[in-house]
């Protein structure tokens, strides 16, 4: 065929054609070719060429040459090829080697196909397909929670609401598109949302299960208590695919409790008055009779001396019965001590860290509706103390519920209280730190006295008997101002029962 004809038939195939030297040098390049990139066969020829190449594709291009020439076999690359208006297009570079009569091989021929279409299809199907499979995924997964009779969510591992069950929208009577904002639109109560969000956002980033009280809005506008469980979901390498979460109603409950604790206040209101009242009656009765006998006495003595005729007599004898009387009174007074400050102690060996987290988990829900976030530093290999458990506990719980009515009007700050335990020397020290109101300069030496209260409804109680509690065991009591910020200390110190660990450590 003569070289006219060649070149017609190559100008002709419906691609790129080229003829290239080993060396990557254009001996020919078909008319099409330099149509589609704009270049001049001049441009374009030796290695001009590679101008038109995607410069980010060039160095893959040389490394798939390099391997076609070791290889000596016909291949292909994808690469970007610029076309004449500057746009690069996704094309399929093929080449295959043209040996000669010897089985040398001179040149390479080749032709690149344009693929930019195709691929784009390509990719836009696969899309669709992805996108389809999530929807079908999501779907799947709403209608399985639909039909669970609770409030089911499944948030993505970053905590976003991803699906909620039917009972929450119905319930809220909002979207799933407007509860992916439930952080600020007032799905949850404004009260209960700061302490709700620092649990949620904590639980989120350490990967924990949560568990919280707070009240949801109901579509009416009504605000009702719930219990909010999450947990999350692990693939097999541990990480965290969702999070199921379960929202419990328990306004009922809350009612309840409110109702009982209100009448547990007045039943212990009731109980306190009504000892009270016994008790005065008793000692009131216990002590007339003496005093009236004094009294009595007392006078017909003074009668006897006033009298003309002097009965001495008659004086000393009623003087001893006004003494005989003054101590029938003195007995009582002290039967009645007797009875309130002998009371046996039980005695057990006593882990404080133990007797303070039972403390802790039955007061936590009292003090999650204060608004109250924990902190525990409790020292590991603490000794065990001698004493009696319940009563060191009804003075750990003293100074916890102090310390959240301390903090109960404080907004400006988080209402942190910290429950701490070491080992000082061969004493144990049991410490509660609150950021409260502090003690007030004129409060300070009246703290521990019995019937001291600066609260409306305080009995001043708690802490007189938590100090003879920790004098019944030998220990000390103490309260003191913080010095770093507002809020005060309560302490207590007794002796451990063993030979203190040589080393401790924090229990957390
Ligand atoms: P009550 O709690 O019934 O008042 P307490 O004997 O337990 O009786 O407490 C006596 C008083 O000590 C309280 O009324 C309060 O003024 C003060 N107090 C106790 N704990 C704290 C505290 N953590 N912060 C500030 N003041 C406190």
Same mark, same amino acid.
């Given at each position: 065929m003569e070289i006219g004809l060649i070149t017609s038939l190559a100008d002709a195939l419906p691609g790129l054609v080229w003829v290239a030297l080993p060396d990557g040098r254009a001996e020919f390049l078909n008319r099409r070719w330099c149509d589609y990139t704009g270049l001049s066969p001049q441009e374009a020829s030796g290695m001009g060429w590679q101008s038109a190449v995607h410069p980010d594709d060039r160095l893959s291009w040389l490394e798939y040459w390099d391997g076609l020439l070791?290889?000596?076999?016909?291949?292909?690359? =994808? !690469?970007?090829? $610029? &076309?004449?208006?500057?746009?690069y297009r996704r094309f399929l570079f093929s080449a295959a080697p043209i040996a000669n009569a010897s089985g040398e091989i001179a040149r390479w021929c080749g032709i690149n196909t344009e693929i930019e279409e195709k691929l784009a299809a390509q990719e836009e199907l696969y899309a669709r397909i992805r996108s389809d499979e999530t929807l079908r995924e999501s779907d799947i997964r709403t209608r399985a929670i639909d039909g669970i009779p609770g409030f089911i969510g499944i948030l993505a591992p970053d905590g976003s609401v =991803? !699906?909620?069950? $039917? &009972?929450?929208?119905?319930?809220?009577?909002?979207?799933?598109?407007e509860l992916?904002?439930?952080?600020?639109?007032?799905?949850?109560?404004?009260?209960?949302?700061?302490?709700?969000?620092e649990v949620f956002g904590q639980s989120i980033a350490l990967g924990i299960p949560h568990a919280m009280e707070f009240r949801l809005r109901r579509h009416d506008g009504e605000y009702r208590w719930f219990d909010d469980r999450g947990v999350p979901m692990r693939d097999d390498n541990g990480n965290i695919v969702c999070w199921y979460v379960l929202l419990t109603e328990i306004e009922i409950r809350k009612r309840n409790e409110a109702e009982l604790s209100r009448a547990r206040a007045e039943l212990a209101h009731v109980a306190r008055v009504s000892t009270i009242n016994m008790l005065t009656a008793a000692i009131a009765h216990e002590v007339n009779q003496p005093l009236t006998g004094i009294v009595t006495n007392a006078n017909t003595c003074l009668r006897m001396l006033a009298s003309d005729?002097?009965?001495?007599?008659?004086?000393?004898?009623?003087?001893?019965?006004?003494?005989?009387?003054?101590?029938r009174a003195s007995a009582v007074v002290q039967r009645l001590r007797a009875m309130f400050t002998h009371k046996e102690l039980t005695t057990e060996t006593v882990a404080l860290n133990e007797a303070a987290r039972e403390v802790l988990?039955?007061?936590?829900?009292?003090?999650?509706?204060?608004?109250?976030?924990?902190?525990?530093?409790?020292?590991?290999?603490?000794?065990p103390v001698v004493g009696d458990r319940v009563q060191l506990q009804q003075v750990i719980m003293n100074f916890v519920v102090n310390a959240a009515d301390a903090m109960r009007d404080v907004d400006d700050r988080p209402r942190s209280l910290s429950i701490a335990t070491t080992l000082d020397g061969p004493e144990v020290l049991l410490s509660v730190r609150d950021a409260g109101i502090g003690i007030a300069p004129e409060s300070a030496g009246k703290l521990f006295e019995a019937f001291y209260s600066t609260k409306g409804h305080g009995m001043g109680v708690g802490l007189s008997v938590s100090r003879s509690i920790i004098q019944s065991h030998g220990g000390r009591i103490w309260?003191?101002?913080?010095?770093?910020?507002?809020?005060?200390?309560?302490?207590?110190?007794?002796?451990c029962c063993s030979p203190p660990a040589a080393s401790q450590a924090s229990e957390g």
């Amino acid at each position: 065929m003569e070289i006219g004809l060649i070149t017609s038939l190559a100008d002709a195939l419906p691609g790129l054609v080229w003829v290239a030297l080993p060396d990557g040098r254009a001996e020919f390049l078909n008319r099409r070719w330099c149509d589609y990139t704009g270049l001049s066969p001049q441009e374009a020829s030796g290695m001009g060429w590679q101008s038109a190449v995607h410069p980010d594709d060039r160095l893959s291009w040389l490394e798939y040459w390099d391997g076609l020439l070791a290889s000596r076999n016909p291949g292909e690359v =994808e !690469a970007r090829l $610029r &076309r004449h208006d500057g746009q690069y297009r996704r094309f399929l570079f093929s080449a295959a080697p043209i040996a000669n009569a010897s089985g040398e091989i001179a040149r390479w021929c080749g032709i690149n196909t344009e693929i930019e279409e195709k691929l784009a299809a390509q990719e836009e199907l696969y899309a669709r397909i992805r996108s389809d499979e999530t929807l079908r995924e999501s779907d799947i997964r709403t209608r399985a929670i639909d039909g669970i009779p609770g409030f089911i969510g499944i948030l993505a591992p970053d905590g976003s609401v =991803e !699906a909620v069950n $039917r &009972r929450i929208k119905e319930y809220t009577g909002q979207s799933l598109e407007e509860l992916k904002n439930w952080g600020t639109n007032g799905t949850i109560h404004e009260v209960d949302l700061p302490h709700t969000a620092e649990v949620f956002g904590q639980s989120i980033a350490l990967g924990i299960p949560h568990a919280m009280e707070f009240r949801l809005r109901r579509h009416d506008g009504e605000y009702r208590w719930f219990d909010d469980r999450g947990v999350p979901m692990r693939d097999d390498n541990g990480n965290i695919v969702c999070w199921y979460v379960l929202l419990t109603e328990i306004e009922i409950r809350k009612r309840n409790e409110a109702e009982l604790s209100r009448a547990r206040a007045e039943l212990a209101h009731v109980a306190r008055v009504s000892t009270i009242n016994m008790l005065t009656a008793a000692i009131a009765h216990e002590v007339n009779q003496p005093l009236t006998g004094i009294v009595t006495n007392a006078n017909t003595c003074l009668r006897m001396l006033a009298s003309d005729r002097l009965d001495l007599d008659g004086a000393r004898a009623t003087a001893q019965r006004t003494l005989r009387d003054a101590d029938r009174a003195s007995a009582v007074v002290q039967r009645l001590r007797a009875m309130f400050t002998h009371k046996e102690l039980t005695t057990e060996t006593v882990a404080l860290n133990e007797a303070a987290r039972e403390v802790l988990a039955l007061s936590a829900s009292e003090l999650q509706r204060g608004r109250v976030v924990l902190q525990t530093d409790f020292a590991s290999g603490l000794p065990p103390v001698v004493g009696d458990r319940v009563q060191l506990q009804q003075v750990i719980m003293n100074f916890v519920v102090n310390a959240a009515d301390a903090m109960r009007d404080v907004d400006d700050r988080p209402r942190s209280l910290s429950i701490a335990t070491t080992l000082d020397g061969p004493e144990v020290l049991l410490s509660v730190r609150d950021a409260g109101i502090g003690i007030a300069p004129e409060s300070a030496g009246k703290l521990f006295e019995a019937f001291y209260s600066t609260k409306g409804h305080g009995m001043g109680v708690g802490l007189s008997v938590s100090r003879s509690i920790i004098q019944s065991h030998g220990g000390r009591i103490w309260a003191v101002a913080n010095d770093d910020c507002p809020g005060s200390t309560f302490s207590f110190a007794i002796p451990c029962c063993s030979p203190p660990a040589a080393s401790q450590a924090s229990e957390g």
